[in-house]
């Protein structure tokens, strides 16, 4: 399995914008998809994100038009660009790699959005 580090989280004002990236030891190419999900406390883990081989995305409803992935497949590494960040927004932000049963897991990047 390959390793995934991600990095980019911070804090951040609401209505600000954060870029997390997530690198990974492996060829993201050969993963049929990548993803972001995130866990706020108390919370169960939920899905951001995500992006197949093809190029084919697809968000959580929260949100739309706000967040957007992207991968590099030169650099092996995947991005969510968050924009217009709302307190709701804070969370840890995990990076998956293939299924989420049975792929490979960041260690998460805190992300906290507060004035």
């Known amino acids: 399995q390959v390793q995934l580090v991600e990095s980019g989280g911070g804090l951040v004002q609401p209505g600000g914008s954060l870029r997390l990236s997530c690198a990974s030891s492996g060829s993201i190419f050969s993963s049929n998809a990548m993803g972001w999900y995130r866990q706020a406390p108390g919370k169960r883990r939920e899905l951001v994100a995500t992006i197949t081989r093809g190029g084919n995305t697809d968000y959580a409803d929260s949100v739309k038009g706000r967040f957007t992935i992207s991968r590099d497949f030169a650099k092996n590494t995947v991005y969510l660009q968050m924009n217009s960040l709302k307190p709701e927004d804070t969370a840890v932000y995990y990076c998956?790699?293939?299924?989420?049963?049975?792929?490979?897991w960041g260690q998460g990047t805190q992300v906290t959005v507060s004035s």
């Open positions: 998956l790699s293939g299924s989420p049963a049975y792929g490979s």
